[in-house]
Structures are given as C-alpha cells and as structure tokens.
C-alpha cells in the first residue's frame, strides 16, 4: 500500500504562482512514478504531469507546458507540482497517484490522495 496526501492548495489570483505538495507514506515509495491529475466541477478527469521512479523522466500534459514543473524527492517521500502563471481555467481539484510506471492514463495509477482544491480567480 502506498497512501498519498496532497497540500499546497487554495484562492489566488490569475498571474499568481502556486506549489502542490504530494505526501507519500510507505518504504517503496521511490519505486514508484507518480502522475498529478486535475478534475474541475463538471468536466472529465484532466491529465496534468508526471514523473518517472527516479526522477530521470518527465511528462507534460498540454495544459502544463510551458507554467508548471514537476519534481520528487525521494528522500522527503514527496512529488511537487509547481504551478506559474496561473489562470482561471486552472481552477480545479488536484490529485496525485501512483504508478508502477510513467503514463498520462488514470487507469493505470494504483493509488490516489484525497485532492486539494485550486481556485484561480480573475
């Protein structure tokens, strides 16, 4: 079992800058790639970032490229999610999960936080 806590959340103004925070409990959590995925109220399930075990791989969605970095230290047993530029349209709920392996398909993410609200207001 891997359980996973997100933080960082909360009310900022668009241009504003953010950092997620993915918590992970247990001793195998470096063996793990971890994808951040964000839901707004309404709308499917978006794919955000992710990054491989190690570190050494890392994946952008569309939304992300460009204003966001994600990064993980193993040590700390936690994944961050920095997030510039800010707009409206990033207003949603962000999760983490893990993966046995780097992907962009929610389906092949075993475990997932709770999710921490971003409100990006105009």
């Known amino acids: 079992q891997v359980q996973l806590v997100e933080s960082g959340g909360g009310l900022v103004q668009a241009g504003d800058s953010l950092r997620l925070s993915c918590a992970a409990s247990g001793r195998t959590f470096s063996s793990w790639a971890v994808g951040w995925f964000r839901q707004a109220p309404g709308k499917e399930r978006e794919y955000v970032a992710a990054?491989?075990?190690?570190?050494?791989?890392?994946d952008l969605g569309d939304p992300a490229k460009g204003r966001f970095t994600i990064s993980r230290d193993n040590a700390k047993n936690t994944v961050y999610l920095q997030m510039n530029s800010l707009k409206p349209e990033d207003t949603a709920v962000y999760y983490c999960?893990?993966?046995?392996?780097?992907?962009?398909?929610?389906?092949?993410?075993?475990?997932w936080g709770q999710g921490t609200q971003v409100t990006v207001s105009s």
């Open positions: 990054i491989s075990w190690n570190g050494g791989s890392t």
């Open positions: 999960a893990a993966a046995r392996r780097l992907s962009s398909w929610s389906a092949e993410y075993n475990y």
